[in-house]
Nanobody
Framework: QVQLVESGGGLVQAGGSLRLSCAAS????????MGWYRQAPEKQRERVAT???????NYADSVKGRFTISRDNGKNTVDLQMNSLKPEDTAVYYC??????????WGQGTQVTVSS
């Protein structure tokens, strides 16, 4: 089982930046893909960004050019740098891992609130 712990959420004004971090309980070099997802009130959870073991990244159209996902295999962390934040980015952000057998684990989430 993989435990994921997110940190770095908070309250920021529109146009500001936040950096989220996800710490995994195992070596992430053994994990096929890791990603960040978010869920706003009364909305479905959506994919924000993912990164594979090989470093390939993928972003939702709504965050392209503003968010950057990165992984540090030495620290077993995956970060999400969020710039030019908008009120519509307000949500609970979740870290997700996907193993090579496609088993997925989720973190507990961290709240990001962007004020206008």
């Amino acid at each position: 089982q993989v435990q994921l712990v997110e940190s770095g959420g908070g309250l920021v004004q529109a146009g500001g930046s936040l950096r989220l971090s996800c710490a995994a309980s195992i070596s992430i070099s053994n994990i096929r893909s890791m990603g960040w997802y978010r869920q706003a009130p009364e909305k479905q959870r959506e994919r924000v960004a993912t990164i594979t073991a090989g470093g390939d990244t993928n972003y939702a159209d709504s965050v392209k050019g503003r968010f950057t996902i990165s992984r540090d295999n030495g620290k077993n962390t995956v970060d999400l740098q969020m710039n030019s934040l908008k009120p519509e980015d307000t949500a609970v952000y979740y870290c997700r891992s996907e193993a090579y057998d496609y088993t997925a684990y989720w973190g507990q989430g961290t709240q990001v609130t962007v004020s206008s």
